[in-house]
């Protein structure tokens, strides 16, 4: 696919107005990309496209490359949560590494003057791998009412970027979700009122790590929290955010989104994105002709591979509501 057409569906599909010097549209231009991946049938003709389906006289190939521009862009679309998402992408078969820096500080030794008998250490880091799974979208008879100009190419696109990329933000929920900690890291009402000495108990115990905590959570989790200090400032957050932008000196974030917990709030430490995305090749839209359904529709199938897992150099504490 030319750059310029690439370009075109990027404008298209975030509403940029663009009309050429003939008087066709950016849509028209996009279309006709189609028309030319139909072989140039008449795509108003039923049967002459059911032959170019049914003898593979289709290039799916300016489809999937159109169609994996806008998933591009619909990607980090939905809430803050993205901010600890690390993204990598690579061809199918290439290598799927990520390598996270280890948190640990390096022992410092004792010497006498002039000598260099010191220990050697090694500044650890590891590397690792997420485990990719294919998940797919099957819609029939689109793209041939697409091509005819029956239906608008950006909100066609539109929701197919969107159901997958609401996909993965569940996927990322749910890894957030599941985040857990224990002994000093861990604390919890456990059913009873918030208490404030807890949690500055936490935030600390992760700051000891030589990390500056911050607080994040969903909108009902940080509506938990309370200080046994108020004033005016206190009362402007809850009025403009819901929520008290700082808790005894440190900040607050919020998470929005749907699947976000609403009975933890989580103190991180460390700048570290250790939610890690891993996206394997390209789009791929696979065709099954009228002659290949039972109720002889045109299919259209569109798959991606990715996979999430929460991979972590620091260490997080968690206050359970």
Sequence with gaps: MSKDLRQLAIDVYNGVDVKFENGETGEDMIRNALCKAFNGVNLNDAKAVRNALAYNKVDFEIINEIIDVALDLSAQENSEIWNFVDFKSAALGDKNKFTVEGSDLLHVDVITHGTQGVRRQRMLSKEFSVE????????YEEMVRLAANRINWAKFVEKIGKSFDNDRFNAVATAFNGITASGDYSKGSAGTAF???DMIDLLTTVENDGNTPK???SLQALRNLTTAMTGDEVRRDYYNFGYMGKFN??????ISGKNVPTDKIFVIGSDDKFIKMFDEGDTLTIAHNFTETADKT???MVERTYGVEVIMAGKVGVYQL
Aim: aromatic letters at 14%.
């Design 132 to 139: 990719t799974t294919t998940k797919a979208i099957k819609i």
């Design 195 to 197: 208490n404030e000495s």
């Design 215 to 217: 607080i994040f959570g």
């Design 249 to 254: 000196g440190y900040d607050t974030f919020r």
């Design 298 to 300: 045109q299919e259209l």
